[in-house]
């Protein structure tokens, strides 16, 4: 987990309209926070790209390593800062477009303190994985819901040319009103995630297809989600974790 002293304060404000709340979650890449749009009164969820190995904070801004004299592993790390941030508004430049209820919605996304940042709907709710943690299985007819309401919603993304990537119980939110939808989307953070040391980032032990898994990265398509999917659904009607892609081969 992310140092608190790495995150943004609480009661700061981002484009003089958007006050930080609270820190959701803080990853490997990025901070996720919730935060008040203070001239709508309306609750959001604000994704910070912030690569731990390639940044570091300093006051409000993030810094690429190589900024400000901070000892490096290796070489290059402005440029992985650089190239990254490039995937992280490409990914938002696309999400953009993808208006469907079963996706989370992204109201806007701009750059700020050196870094960028997507501005998404705050959803009321828990995820998948909260769920299956608590009542270990589902029962046959909230399965078929969460198949009803997630394959049109990755068709949706499909038909933008762009793949969820990541999808597993914890990224899959279920709403109070009981639909659920798609969030966190894996595209650049397993592009930055190859180009780096942090190889979890990549895949997703149990829910990520055997293509994930390969070093190229190439053989992706839509099936690479519609195979998470079904590990997804696997987990939800055994209770038990899939079993890892690899170990699956013959």
């Not at 700020?112 to 501005?119: D, H, L, R, S």
């Not at 709710?125 to 009803?148: A, N, W, Y």
Request: hydrophobic residues 40%; charged residues 25%.
């Amino acid at each position: 987990m992310i140092k608190k002293s790495n995150t943004l304060s609480i009661g700061y404000r981002l484009l003089d309209k958007y006050r930080v709340e609270a820190v959701l979650g803080a990853g490997g890449f990025g901070i996720t926070y919730m935060a008040m749009h203070e001239a709508l009164l309306k609750r959001v969820a604000i994704k910070e790209y912030f690569p731990v190995e390639w940044s570091y904070r300093e006051g409000d801004h993030v810094l690429a390593n190589t900024q400000g004299g901070l000892p490096t592993s290796e070489a290059g790390e402005d440029a992985c800062y650089t190239w990254g941030l490039e995937r992280f508004l490409n990914e938002a430049q696309t999400l953009v477009r993808v208006e469907h209820p079963g996706v989370v919605r992204v109201q806007d996304y701009f750059q700020a303190n050196g870094t960028a940042y997507i501005v998404m709907d705050y959803v009321d709710g828990e995820p998948l994985s909260q769920i299956l943690q608590r009542e270990k299985t589902l029962p046959e007819e909230r399965v078929r819901r969460l198949v009803d309401d997630v394959l049109p919603a990755l068709d949706a993304v499909h038909a933008q040319g762009y793949l969820h990537r990541d999808l597993k119980p914890a990224n899959l939110y279920c709403r109070s009103d009981g639909r659920t939808i798609l969030i966190d989307f894996g595209a650049a953070r397993q592009a930055l995630g190859r180009r780096s040391k942090s190889v979890t980032s990549v895949f997703s032990p149990g829910y990520s297809p055997i293509e994930q898994y390969l070093i190229d990265g190439r053989g992706y398509g839509p099936w690479t989600d519609i195979y998470a999917l079904g590990t997804v659904l696997y987990h939800c009607v055994t209770g038990a974790a899939p079993i890892e892609a690899p170990a699956r081969v013959l």
